[in-house]
């Protein structure tokens, strides 16, 4: 059998030049630096599909730090939204390759699912048969629901949330089969339970809640993969606070470990607490300083010597038991 000639086609018309298609799974799901640093890869990538921008431009192009651009960027590899192809050889130096990856499955399969939540009709089988005075009650049940918990943010309200509290707010919209949005609610706990507590003054609360978006789309695809669209509901607001208290108790244990003075306090803890720990520094300063001089007039011993054992609790007599018969004290 001959085989069939293949005719060539080649588009010059330079439409990528002008416009770029971003699926709404993207616009979705993702951070506003993820939406940026995606399309201005999607944008130089073009027909081809690939993307070999440096990281610095590709920083400069979004208006933003370098290392925020390769934290970004290494986020959306990890979603699967971009692949690193590998090292492309340049004039200059070797640039990275990366490849627009294929998402139009799941951006349809998106669709679906907000279409189908959309065209499912109440059930009112329910109501029909039962008593005049069950649906009065239910009716009363569902009205104080909607006034209390399910009450929207209205348009002055979003105006006048913080960018912390816009991105908590983001993130849980992505998931309306997962998390339950009573939207006013919601926003006060956060500023309850997580911005105003004291213990939570000590970490980078954007930068967790960024970490905590990025383990919750994981678990998503987890869960994708596993249970396809039934998703059971999860108390994110437990799933937040768990994040965070484990980050405090993170830095505590690395701020031990490595050997930080505990007589200079966190300046991001309670500022009372900062005050009584920078007078005990002070008191404690004055102390050893004292101790210093009068052991110089004392004692040929190195004063540096003194100093540590002084740190270590020890006191001017205990530390001169410890001294060698030949060492000369008045």
């Not at 002008?18 to 993702?30: D, K, L, T």
């Not at 951006?107 to 005075?133: F, R």
């Not at 007078?279 to 011993?301: F, G, M, N, Y």
Request: with cysteine; net charge positive.
């Amino acid at each position: 059998m001959a085989d069939q000639k293949m005719d060539k086609y080649i588009d010059n018309s330079g439409d990528k030049k002008y416009f770029a298609i971003i699926p709404y799974y993207i616009v979705n799901h993702s951070t506003a630096y993820e939406q940026s640093l995606y399309l201005v890869m999607k944008r130089l990538a073009g027909e081809k599909g690939t993307c070999y921008a440096s990281l610095t431009d590709l920083a400069k192009r979004m208006g933003v730090a370098r290392s925020t651009t390769h934290k970004t960027l290494q986020g959306i590899i990890e979603r699967g939204w971009i692949k690193f192809l590998g090292k492309k050889p340049s004039k200059t130096h070797p640039s990275n390759e990366y490849e627009i990856v294929d998402l139009w499955g799941e951006n349809l399969d998106y669709i679906k699912s907000i279409t189908s939540q959309k065209k499912s009709p109440p059930d009112e089988q329910s109501q029909k048969k039962s008593p005049p005075d069950e649906q009065r009650r239910v009716h009363q049940v569902d009205t104080k629901k909607n006034d209390i918990k399910n009450k929207q943010l209205t348009k002055e309200e979003e105006r006048t949330l913080t960018p912390f509290q816009k991105v908590f707010i983001s993130i849980i919209k992505k998931y309306p089969k997962e998390f339950k949005l009573y939207a006013t609610e919601d926003i006060q706990w956060l500023k309850d339970r997580v911005e105003n507590q004291p213990q939570f003054k000590s970490i980078d609360l954007g930068y967790e809640m960024e970490g905590w978006g990025t383990w919750l789309e994981a678990e998503h695809r987890k869960k994708q993969a596993t249970q396809g669209n039934t998703f059971p509901k999860s108390d994110f607001k437990r799933s937040l606070s768990n994040r965070l208290k484990k980050a405090v108790e993170f830095k505590a244990t690395s701020r031990w470990k490595s050997g930080a003075n505990s007589d200079y306090p966190n300046p991001n803890d309670d500022p009372d607490r900062v005050k009584r720990e920078a007078q005990r520094a002070i008191e404690r300063t004055d102390e050893l300083l004292a101790e210093r001089e009068r052991w110089k007039k004392e004692s040929t011993v190195n004063p540096t010597k003194l100093i540590k054992a002084l740190k270590e609790g020890k006191s001017l007599d205990e530390f001169k038991r410890t001294l060698p018969n030949s060492t000369t004290c008045s």
